[in-house]
């Protein structure tokens, strides 16, 4: 289980995204719950009404499904993982995973822009 944020600058503003995600199983993560994403993001419908979270929750979903996140956090969970005994060489990296190590807290960042 870990937690990551996404976020960017345009001019003067800037805007964050953060979601946690789990481990579904070795190698595979997905969005814990795609209707707790955390954003200082303000979306409007169209009388320019300010949408409530229920309502922004699909756009922050095609928003975050249109990221690397998961690259990102395979990245940070190999670099948390034990480096491996010269006997281990050919077992997959991901299985060598301790009971400690695959519940730790992970976490991942990124820095751009969609397009």
Do not use: C
């Not at 956090?73 to 480096?83: G, K, Y």
């Amino acid at each position: 289980m870990g937690q990551t944020v996404w976020g960017g600058r345009a001019g003067v503003s800037a805007a964050g995204l953060s979601w946690d995600w789990i481990e579904v199983v070795p190698g595979i993560v997905a969005i814990a719950d795609p209707m707790m994403m955390i954003t200082n993001l303000r979306l409007l419908g169209v009388q320019g009404e300010v949408l409530t979270a229920h309502e922004v929750a699909p756009y922050l979903n095609d928003i975050v499904h249109r990221l690397p996140w998961q690259a990102e956090v395979h990245r940070a969970i190999e670099q948390s993982l034990p480096t491996p005994d010269a006997g281990d060489e050919k077992q997959p990296l991901l299985s060598r995973r301790s009971g400690a190590s695959h519940s730790t807290w992970h976490e991942a960042s990124g820095f751009g822009s969609l397009s």
